[in-house]
């Protein structure tokens, strides 16, 4: 039990911030499937960051640097997909999918080159972000998770970015006649995506395991993040309620053989896996009449057209 | 003589296939050049001779290397056109890797559990690609919901699905618990492997090297002749351009929607079934957590070549080439996933392909018209 509920907390955390970022991104008018890649390049440079660590450095130390190492790399990869996105008016899934393929592989080129070898596995160890309360254990992410979600909170709907972020992404006309500047909020939404990506990516890697083969990415981590984000309907809250059942299949599918009353079920991992998404599919479906998705997301924001 | 080349000039800027060659082009010389900037932050010494040379020559240094690049052209051509197709229709077919699965499961399973001959197998792989693309196409029209995401979803859905058929606990009649993956097909069920016709001694005996080339070429130019030349095509088409002013021409937009997911769909699946069936190599279900690539290096290839049916054969050569050539990199200085960075970084540009033409417009027509002024004042 103790098991489902950690595994729960653990993927609970990771698809909530990314969905958040996500959040962000879209209620800013951009499209952000480059999740899954901005998770791969946050997870690779946080690594790097906890093993260029000097020797001896308090644990505090650690998860501050290397986090941070994290959320910075996702902002300069996803300043990629803004720069294609906002700047040129390129495709949006093309440009984020583009994405997607580039940072698998180049975090192949360079695990793989930080190690030395032909392998793309590195190995960290993970003891500064995990701790025992009684007879659960919890990782730093988890706090870092719950204060996010607060602040997006407040962020989109108490401050004055917040409010103008979401006019770009239903009538960025609208904003830029009383003088918002369209593409410096949708970069700011990018950016932010960027950085709750990074540090995502990291919380999928680090907490559970203390090695990661970068063959497989975040395999499939930011679609499922994304599938969050419209099952919650871009509002913050809501995104964490979604993230908390895709996590639970999530963690099912993981520990399901171990549990004797589950086994004797006998569905396999796949099952539990494919469940989040067929769920999804379901509620899309049902929900797809009064959807909340923002409305000029996906369109590239020009200046000129009316 | 000077106002022949400048009306060529100005012939050329107004030409759409040319503007999309130049522009193609130019995102292949950028992302090389970016290529050989990580070779070199790697290991400056060796980028051009062992790295950027390896890449480009390697595919044409052998018989057998030649072979291996057709053998992953052929898949690729198919996956690019199910992407293409659906792009000249309006649509983003991300689900191409989803429905190259579900193709990959219904060409083996008829040819390991059925033991049926190649052609049916590949019918197979065609029918349930074209299944798994219908469902996005369906929710699309019906439900009005993106085919992105639907298509996202499925891909997964449909790889947890065909891993848990094919594994099926290590019990099931395609597993091979020898290799871990499923059977050869060289061994259990030679009827099933798309005949090579003396191919293969062409190519240093490489097996895998098949008519499944020419197969994926006749597609290309079947879906070329749908889309340009029918009007069926044309119907297609003008949903992607404009769904309303289509509907108020009397084209059923929903009807047309599915029907090109579902086209697309089998095209991919047609895809897995050219991979499989020619044994380039075989599935596995249990380390299969990520979708195959093949599916989401279609979408390189249509980009690249501008979602052209014809562009898309020689889009997928390349990409595969330089992805064979990736793999000859001495493991010394390089890992192969440097051709999958330049293929990755030659999409990316891709994306500013409107920007690269009309700059390259605007300098050949800049040249007619100061040309053009002086021709002006001399009549």
């Known amino acids: ?306 | 003589m000077d106002n022949k080349k400048t009306s060529l000039g100005g012939r050329l800027a107004s030409s759409e296939a040319f503007l999309s060659v130049a522009a193609s082009l130019i995102c292949i010389v950028i992302g090389l050049l970016l290529g050989v900037i990580v070779l070199a932050i790697i290991n400056a010494e060796h980028a051009i001779g062992d790295g950027l040379l390896v890449i480009l020559q390697s595919g044409i240094k052998s018989p057998r290397n030649m072979g291996t690049v057709l053998a992953n052209a052929a898949p690729l051509i198919m996956t690019g056109l199910s992407v293409g197709f659906a792009f000249k229709t309006g649509l983003f077919n991300i689900g191409a890797a989803g429905q190259y699965t579900l193709g990959a499961f219904g060409a083996l399973y008829c040819a390991i559990v059925l033991q049926l001959p190649w052609y049916l197998c590949l019918l197979a792989a065609m029918v349930l690609g074209a299944i798994w693309g219908a469902i996005p196409g369906f929710f699309k029209a019906y439900m009005n919901i993106n085919e992105v995401i639907t298509s996202i979803m499925f891909n997964w859905i449909g790889l947890y699905m065909v891993n848990d058929i094919m594994y099926g606990k290590g019990q099931s009649p395609m597993y091979d618990l020898a290799t871990t993956k499923t059977y050869s097909l060289r061994k259990v069920a030679q009827d099933a492997m798309i005949p090579s016709c003396g191919m293969s001694d062409h190519f240093g005996k490489l097996q895998s090297v098949t008519i499944a080339i020419f197969i994926a070429i006749l597609f290309a130019v079947i879906v070329y002749v749908v889309l340009n030349k029918t009007t069926f095509g044309y119907e297609l088409k003008a949903c992607g351009f404009n769904k309303n002013a289509a509907q108020y021409a009397g084209i059923n937009d929903k009807r047309n929607i599915i029907l090109s997911m579902t086209i697309a769909g089998a095209l991919a699946g047609v895809g897995a079934g050219l991979y499989y069936l020619s044994t380039v190599a075989e599935w596995n279900p249990q380390v299969s957590t990520a979708l195959p690539a093949i599916g989401f290096n279609g979408i390189s290839a249509a980009l690249l070549a501008c979602s052209n049916p014809i562009g898309t054969i020689f889009s997928s050569l390349f990409i595969s080439y330089i992805t064979v050539g990736g793999t000859k990199l001495s493991t010394q200085y390089y890992t192969k996933e440097i051709a999958d960075v330049i293929t990755a970084l030659i999409i990316y540009l891709c994306a500013f392909s409107m920007l690269f033409r009309s700059k390259i417009r605007a300098l050949l027509a800049g040249k007619t018209r100061r040309t053009g002024l002086g021709k002006g004042g001399n009549d």
Request: with cysteine.
């Open chain 1, 1 to 306: 039990m103790f098991l489902l509920l950690k595994y729960t907390l653990l993927y609970t955390v990771v698809l909530m911030m990314v969905a958040l970022g996500g959040m962000f991104s879209e209620r800013s008018g951009i499209i952000n499937i480059a999740l899954e890649g901005i998770m791969v390049i946050g997870g690779l440079i946080g690594v790097i960051a906890i093993q260029l660590m000097p020797a001896g450095s308090s644990a505090a130390a650690i998860v501050i640097c290397s986090v941070l190492a994290a959320a910075v790399a996702g902002m300069l990869y996803a300043a990629l997909l803004a720069f294609a996105s906002i700047n040129l008016g390129a495709d949006q899934t093309i440009g984020g999918t583009a994405l997607n393929m580039l940072a698998t592989a180049l975090a192949m080129v360079i695990a793989k080159g930080f190690n030395g070898s032909a392998s793309a596995k590195l190995e960290y160890s993970n003891r500064p972000f995990v701790y025992e309360i009684g007879p659960l254990t919890v990782n730093v992410f988890l706090f870092i998770g719950i204060v996010i979600l607060i602040l997006s909170y407040i962020v989109l709907y108490k401050t004055r970015l917040g409010l103008r972020l979401r006019a770009c992404g239903e009538h960025p006309q609208a904003a830029d006649s009383v003088g918002i500047n369209v593409y410096k909020m949708r970069y700011i939404g990018v950016l932010i995506s960027g950085a709750l990506g990074g540090i995502g990516g990291m919380a999928y890697i680090i907490p559970s395991v203390s090695s990661w083969n970068f063959e497989v990415g975040v395999s499939g981590a930011g679609f499922l993040a994304l599938a969050v984000m419209i099952f919650g309907q871009w509002k913050p809250f809501r995104i964490c309620f979604a993230a908390v059942f895709f996590a639970l299949f999530k963690s099912l599918a993981n520990i399901a053989s171990s549990i004797p009353a589950m086994a004797a079920l006998g569905w396999t991992q796949n099952m539990y896996n494919m469940i989040p998404f067929i769920a999804s599919m379901i509620i899309l479906a049902f929900t797809s009449k009064k959807s909340r998705a923002p409305k000029a997301e996906g369109i590239p924001y020009d200046k000129g057209s009316r």
